[in-house]
């Protein structure tokens, strides 16, 4: 009987792997990228005076007449939706996810029943459950975009909530809703009109089933010093001599919730509001009257900052649409170097033991 005896092949020696290497080195040399890269783009790494290629040629072109199938879509990678394998950091609930600022013009309605087109800021976040990866942000913007044409309510909000809510499968939303609101505004004795502009948000926020309204809005006003005011009579009354109270440009930043089951809570009627607290808000129009009426007005309601979250506080509790409430206000002193601020609070919805430590640098109006 024979018995084969296998074939040993040698292992190659230093000299065989040199000789090798030579001739890869030379093959590399005058293939393309495209052949080193379809042998092994580790090959490349051979020739230090060569690029490294660890791809072929790529088209540098747009592909104006690609058409994305179904297919090709559910081919595209989703790591937002991802297992929770790929979840980084702790696994725990987060309260508030999304995007914040993305701008478009919505239309809405005024008290007397007209409509304005005003450009808008929207933040839109929903809750995101610990096991969940992410959430696609781009579908709150798709579902808000659904509802732009409508003029926008309360009513109108919580609609777009419920689509984004139920689109990103979430518990929790919120949407808030920032603009610059005209109103015409008469001078206090000249006759004329001018617009001022207040900052105002719209908030919509559910929790636990559970949903809330909140109107935000910046009024400014100026804010003459009562001591200041009696020292300069002092000066005056008793030496003779002439002396100016001092008096400062103020901001008073005002939430409210809107009461349930309540009507209706104007823009308009918030801004009446403050001014019913403090008439003495900064003007638009002027002619040589209306500053000395003003100086007037101000003579006859001088306030410090206390006064002033006190005043607010009368005119808000007073009106049964409004809920809970808080009123931050900055009197940008014109004698210090400092401001003088004052923080009220009505009902737990606005109570917080901390504050942002940028709070009062924001409230700061630059015309």
Known sequence: ???????????????????????????????????????????????????VSNYPALSRSYPHDFEVTPDYKASLPDLQNG???????????IQHVGISNFRLPLRYRTRDNGDLQLETSVTGTVSLEAEKK??????????????????????????ALDDYKNDLESLDARIEMSFSFPMRVKSLRSGLEGYQYYNIALELFEAEGVRRKFMHLDYVYSSTCPCSLELSEHARQSRGQLATPHSQRSVARVSVELAPDQCCLWFEDLIDLCRAAVPTETQVMVKREDEQAFAELNAANPIFVEDAARLFTEQFKADPRIGDFRVVASHQESLHSHDAVSILTEGETFRAQSLDPKLFATLIHVG
């Not at 005896?5 to 040399?29: E, G, I």
């Open 83 to 93: 297992p929770a394998s790929l979840i980084q950091g702790e696994k725990q609930e």
């Open 1 to 51: 009987m024979n018995q084969l005896t296998p074939k040993v092949t040698p292992a190659p020696d230093m000299d065989a792997a040199r000789d090798a290497l030579d001739t890869l080195r030379d093959w590399a040399r005058s293939a393309t990228p495209e052949e080193v890269a379809a042998l092994d783009p580790a090959v490349s790494r051979l020739l230090p005076e060569s690029a």
């Open 134 to 159: 992410g959430i696609n942000m781009s579908r709150i913007m798709r579902s808000f975009y659904a509802h732009a044409d409508e003029t926008f309510s309360f009513e109108v909000i919580e609609a």
